[in-house]
């Protein structure tokens, strides 16, 4: 799987919009972005994945550059409890749908 | 989403004992469901791979003979620290693939924390 590189930590002000950026020049045309989001002492939470086109939830917006090289999770208004550590990961689907977790980003909400 | 859950949340052992952790999957079977550890301020890493009704697919450096992977059934895997010692002291969690929504999704568990004395 290609490797990601993430800014180890950002902060947000509650209500504002978190963008998270991923970037992931090596990337293949067979491999998705997907992120995680892992809560103090709690396991990863999927949040959202895609390949090229931008994707929308509930939980987030993803947007992948045309060259797919970087992609940036948003979330839209960013609460405390969305305070984790988000991991972007690249891979290829049927690729023993084993994830391999680099460092993440750990995003503090402040009040 | 689908729920995986873990049993027990957390556990404080004496070194030298054995310590067995289950991971379900409660609302859909899993054929496949994958064990990581994560220890302080680093993030997961993949210990080995479950498969239901075959052996477990270990990755490198991860001793087979210490960690036992059981995944018996398609709800239910089991990982057992053998011979525990101070350094297996870790947070220990599973993940399972629903193959009949995402199939590329992967449900973790809640994790099991696991000290050693």
């Known amino acids: 799987d290609a490797k990601t590189t993430q800014p180890p930590s950002m902060d947000c002000a509650e209500g504002r919009a978190a963008n998270l950026p991923c970037n992931h020049s090596t990337i293949s045309g067979n491999e998705y972005v997907y992120w ?47 305070t984790a550590v988000y991991y972007c990961i690249v891979r290829e689907n049927n690729a023993g749908n084993m994830l391999t977790f680099g460092g993440g980003t750990r995003l503090m909400v402040k009040p | ?66 960690f036992l992977i059981n995944h018996a059934s398609l709800t239910l895997s089991t990982l057992t620290v053998t ?5 297996d002291s870790s947070f220990y969690i599973c993940s399972a693939r629903d193959p009949k929504r995402n199939q590329e ?5 809640p994790g099991t924390r696991l000290l050693v004395l």
């Open chain 2, 1 to 66: 989403g689908a729920v995986v859950s873990q049993h027990p949340s957390r556990v404080i052992c004496k070194s030298g004992t054995s310590v067995k952790i289950e991971c379900r999957s409660l609302d859909f079977q899993a054929t496949t469901m994958f064990w990581y550890r994560q220890f302080p301020k680093q993030s997961l890493m993949l210990m080995a791979t479950s498969n239901e009704g075959s052996k477990a697919t270990y990755e490198q450096g991860v001793e087979k003979d210490k």
């Open chain 1, 36 to 82: 995680y989001r892992q809560i103090h002492s709690q396991g990863p939470q999927y949040i959202i994945h895609g390949l090229k086109n931008n994707e929308t939830n509930e939980m987030a917006s993803l947007i992948i550059t045309e060259d797919r090289k970087s992609s940036t999770l948003i979330l839209p208004h960013a609460t405390l409890r969305d």
């Open chain 2, 83 to 87: 011979s525990a010692h101070p350094e």
């Open chain 2, 105 to 109: 999704t992967q449900y973790f568990g």
